[in-house]
């Protein structure tokens, strides 16, 4: 019997989704960070982490399919008792808002930094989230279709990339391996939260239609991160002398301020407002997964209710307390060193465990 | 009637917080500078200027200008403000222009941090250095040319393409002062016996930004070569040794503009004292324009290549000796040096322009003639 029929989502849905929370925020710092690290050979350290984050995400998948018509609580549910099932859903529900929370702060942030300096961040949560609460209030099909709808829209911003290009100096990649291996570890390091986020797949994956894509689903959408990621770092790296990189918070919107048009000025201006199509699924998805835990955990079908409660704390909580730019990047590490537990340590655990079980 | 409430409520927050938008500015009460200016006063008290359009019909002038002393440029920005209708934004500046004085200061780059800190003002501004005080130009106001941001810009934009000057603006310089292998390069305007503008070439600076030494459009064109940046064809003029002047003219020149140009540059570290080696192969597809003595192209031709070859050559030892003289390297040869020899680099990269001058560098120029004209 299917429990989650009628909310399927498609491959493409799926990829969309997946690749749509991992390439959102981090994205905007994440060459300053890695030249921070490693200079220019940076980009060495994103393949590194790619090829983990796939294997850790195929594990992830491989633990689901020991249970395909449920999610990571009805899998802990079925193979280790109801109430080992209701603390994970519990983990999971605060794991994803957590992951929402910083997402959605940091671009409140940089709206802030870039578009609309004096209006307050009460406004802008609250011009945010109605958009989220309208998205994420339906069934996942519905977030699978807007983060198609997103994905569509936003293709033609790599090519806007290649308009800087002009001005690049390819010799700054060189000599690559200036250093050796150690800070390109460091940088792998500071690139696994850009490519955290692979954890909504113990949600995501009842929804899929056919479970065999899985595997291909989550190959495809980190590959697809992976090469942005590295585009983007690229090309900032070619772009700005290596010790200048390291001046920016923001280098891949300041690689735009250079571009003139006859018609426009400023047009890393249009750029950031469009991004908040991008940013948006770092928090959209991850509250609508965030309410269904919570949902699953009360035993209710319908997740609207704590999605409005979420909802309501966001927008009150705003008014109370808004992290500062450093305070996000704090929280920003925490949700890291989360993510590995939640991603990478627990799904090897129960694969373990799973296997043990079956002998 | 409850499916009803919920968007109505939506649309009634929404409405409720779209008037909101507290940072709008309405044109009529903006003033748009498009020129910044930045020199030291008589006191050596930094003096910034700004020149903004005037779109009143009544007002004869079409630009007003302003001045004011204040110790950083958001300070001033009140100042400047207090003489103009409108409020004063950053966002459309066209030209940033340095009086000599002030860029023979060293640090004086950290100034403009204002421009890259506040993200709403532009950094495509062309770096322009004026020599002489600056309110020279800024008051100066020709009858017969354009505004003066216009103007110089144009003049930029223009003649950066056929490779007479640079095309700095303030992000390029801010990449050239951040690039340990380089210094940079910016274009220098002055005014001729005549009360004219005069685009006069390049300024060359060192890494912390102070003048050092000048270009004049000539040697801009070798500089520009040497760097592999000549996008359009770029016009020589050579005089021809061995060939009579015969005063008043000078009938011993050849003019020639390069079709393509290609520069290699190798990078060699010989292990005795970390000494860098630059070969700089150089090959250049040139159509005569101008050929003033009698000379038998058709049948002479590898002749007149060779002969041509051997005189740019000199020509770029010259600038380079000129460039190691002041300890800078506009070229930016020590990007090769990085690229290439890392390790020797990098013992030497805090103070690459005192290793640049003892270094080796050799050009070698390839000549060949592409069109010789439609006349023999």
């Known amino acids: 019997m299917k429990k989650y029929a009628y909310n399927e989502i498609t491959l493409m849905q799926f990829i969309c989704i997946l690749s749509g929370v991992q390439l959102s925020v981090g994205l905007l710092a994440l060459p300053q960070r890695l030249a921070q690290r490693a200079g220019t050979d940076g980009w060495i350290g994103l393949l590194l982490i790619w090829v983990f984050t796939v294997i850790a995400n195929l594990i992830i998948v491989r633990v689901m399919s020991s249970y395909p018509q449920g999610t990571m609580m009805d899998l802990l549910t079925h193979y280790c008792g109801r109430w080992v099932g209701k603390i994970a859903a519990v983990l999971l529900a605060l794991y994803f808002f957590l992951y929402g929370y910083v997402g959605i702060t940091r671009t409140i942030l940089y709206v802030k930094q870039w578009l609309l300096p004096q209006t307050s961040t009460f406004q802008i949560m609250l011009l945010l989230l109605i958009p989220t609460y309208t998205v994420a209030r339906n069934g996942l099909r519905i977030v699978g279709r807007y983060a198609e709808l997103v994905f ?8 806007a990339y290649l308009l800087p290009l002009q001005d690049a100096q390819w010799l700054y ?31 995501l994956y009842p929804f899929l239609l056919h479970k065999r894509q899985a595997f291909a689903g989550v190959a495809i959408s980190n590959t697809v991160s992976m090469l942005v990621f590295l585009m983007i770092s690229l090309i900032c790296f070619v772009y700005f002398s290596p010790s200048e990189i390291k001046e920016y918070n923001e280098p891949v919107v300041n690689v735009l301020k250079n571009i003139e048009f006859k018609f426009i000025e400023r047009i890393e201006v249009v750029f950031i407002s469009f991004y908040l199509f991008m940013f948006s699924l770092s928090w959209i998805p991850t509250f609508h997964a965030s309410a269904f835990c919570v949902s699953w955990m009360l035993g209710k079908p319908d997740h609207r209710n704590p999605l409005r409660v979420i909802w309501l704390i966001l927008a009150a909580g705003t008014l109370l307390f808004m992290p500062s730019f450093t305070q996000n990047d704090m929280m920003g590490r925490w949700l890291s060193k989360i993510a590995f537990g939640f991603e990478d340590a627990i799904p090897v655990c129960l694969l373990i465990y799973l296997w043990t079980k079956k002998e | 009637m409850n499916k009803l409430l919920l968007p ?60 004011a002393r204040a110790r950083t440029f958001r300070q001033s920005r009140a100042e400047q403000d207090a003489h103009s209708a409108g409020v004063f934004s950053g966002r ?93 390069s910016i274009s220098e305007v002055r005014l001729d016996a005549k009360k004219n503008i005069k685009l006069n070439g390049t300024a060359l600076l060192n890494h912390q930004g102070k003048y050092v030494t000048s270009l004049d459009t000539s040697e801009t064109v070798l500089l520009r070569i040497l760097q592999n940046k000549v996008k359009k064809s770029a016009s020589i003029t050579l005089s021809m040794p061995g060939e009579p002047e015969q005063k ?25 004292q970390g000494e ?71 013992a030497v990269k805090n103070d690459w322009g005192k290793a640049l001058s003892s270094a080796d560098i050799r050009v070698q120029v390839k000549i060949k003639i592409d069109a010789m004209g439609p006349v023999k």
């Open chain 1, 152 to 159: 569509f829209i936003s293709l033609w911003i790599p090519f």
């Open chain 1, 173 to 203: 990649l060189l000599p690559v391996l200036k250093e050796g291996w150690l800070p390109i570890l460091s940088a792998a390091e500071i690139a696994f939260l850009s490519f955290s986020g692979i954890g909504i797949t113990m949600v």
């Open chain 2, 8 to 67: 109505i409520l939506l649309l009634a927050a929404t409405t409720g917080l779209l008037t909101g938008c507290a940072d709008r500015l309405d044109m009529e009460n903006a003033s748009i500078p498009l020129t910044l200016g930045l020199d030291l006063g008589q006191d050596n008290e930094p003096v910034m200027y700004s020149t903004f359009p005037v779109f009143t019909k009544n007002s004869k002038k079409k630009t007003q200008e302003t001045s």
């Open chain 2, 92 to 184: 459309n500046y066209q030209v940033f222009l340095i009086g000599k004085r002030m860029l023979e200061q060293e640090n004086w780059f950290q100034m403009l941090d204002v421009i890259f800190r506040d993200s709403k003002n532009t950094v495509s501004d062309r770096v322009i250095v004026f020599d002489g005080p600056l309110a020279d130009i800024i008051y100066l106001n020709p009858k017969d040319q354009p505004l003066l941001p216009i103007l110089l810009r144009g003049m930029v934009d223009t003649k950066s393409g056929k490779s007479e000057t640079v095309n700095t603006n303030l992000q390029e310089l801010h990449r050239q002062l951040f690039e340990s292998g380089m210094t940079p």
């Open chain 2, 248 to 272: 008043p003219f000078h009938l011993d020149k050849i003019s020639f503009a390069t079709d393509q140009t290609r520069t290699e540059t190798k990078t060699i570290t010989s292990t005795h």
């Open chain 2, 276 to 346: 860098f080696h630059f070969d700089i192969i150089i090959k250049m597809k040139i159509s005569l324009f101008e050929v003033l003595f009698p000379y038998d192209i058709e049948n002479k031709t590898p002749e007149l290549e060779q002969l041509l070859s051997e005189e740019m050559q000199k020509q770029f030892e010259k600038l380079i000796k000129k460039i190691q003289q002041h300890a800078i390297d506009p070229v930016g040869l020590g990007l090769h040096a990085r690229a290439f020899e890392y390790k020797e680099y990098k």
